[in-house]
């Protein structure tokens, strides 16, 4: 069954340093997705991404992050200069149809900001 | 600002026994729910969905609930197995003119099935 992927599992990270989180998503999907949960709280929607472009972004998603699709597999999110608050295991996902299609979730990444 | 709320962080059940997980929203607007479900170190894998359209929605051992008028909705999973311990997110969605809102998720409920 495919399966969206995510790569590092764990990232470990100096306060204002970039990450840069990869994620591929299922290979016929066309909406993609950026969550992130702080521990002990709820998974939180940071960005979608449709076409090629930001369709939308949580208030969370200030300037300090970015995505790009740089091929027709990767799907990344950069954080330009980490802050502590930003340490969270960040989800991508990926639907063939807009929000309310299933959405396939990866594994996550967690992020440690020290 | 807790537009879905899940106020039972945990909840422990016998193998065999119903489970039935609650989620409350206040978004009046929502009209789209899913719940997923998460175990460590994997991300969250959808499980059931129902729209406000319906008040009930069962595939299998598990069936979701939806009353509108109360802003409640629940997952019964009958009968509950070991296999079942994880977490559970309740997660909604508004229609706008521009399309769906972006899912909002709820604090998560760790269920316990117990043999």
């Known amino acids: 069954e495919p399966e969206v992927t995510q790569t590092p599992s764990h990232q470990v990270t100096q306060m204002g340093q970039e990450v840069i989180l990869r994620c591929v998503p299922i290979s016929n999907h066309l909406y993609f997705y950026w969550y992130r949960q702080i521990l002990g709280q709820k998974v939180e929607f940071l960005v979608s991404f449709y076409n090629n472009e930001i369709s939308e972004k949580s208030e969370i998603f200030d300037d300090q992050f970015s995505v790009e699709r740089p091929d027709g597999s990767n799907f990344t999110l950069k954080i330009r200069s980490t802050k502590l608050e930003d340490s969270a295991m960040y989800f991508c996902?990926?639907?063939?149809?807009?929000?309310?299609?299933?959405?396939?979730f990866g594994p996550g990444t967690r992020l440690t900001v020290l | 600002d807790q537009q879905v709320k899940q106020n039972s962080p945990s909840l422990s059940v016998q193998e065999g026994r119903i489970s039935i997980l609650n989620c409350d929203y206040t978004?009046?607007?929502?009209?789209?729910f899913l719940w997923y479900k998460k175990y460590p170190a994997e991300g969250p894998t959808f499980l059931i969905s129902?729209?406000?359209?319906?008040d009930k929605n069962e595939d299998g051992r598990f069936t979701v609930f939806l009353n509108k008028s109360a802003k409640h909705l629940s997952l019964h999973i009958v009968p509950s197995q070991p296999g079942d311990s994880a977490v559970y997110f309740c997660a909604a969605s508004a229609y706008e003119n521009s399309g769906n809102t972006p899912l909002v998720f709820g604090k998560g409920t760790r269920l316990s099935v117990i043999a």
């Open positions: 996902a990926s639907s063939l149809a807009e929000s309310t299609d299933t959405q396939y």
């Open positions: 978004n009046s607007m929502f009209d789209y």
């Open positions: 129902i729209s406000s359209i319906k």
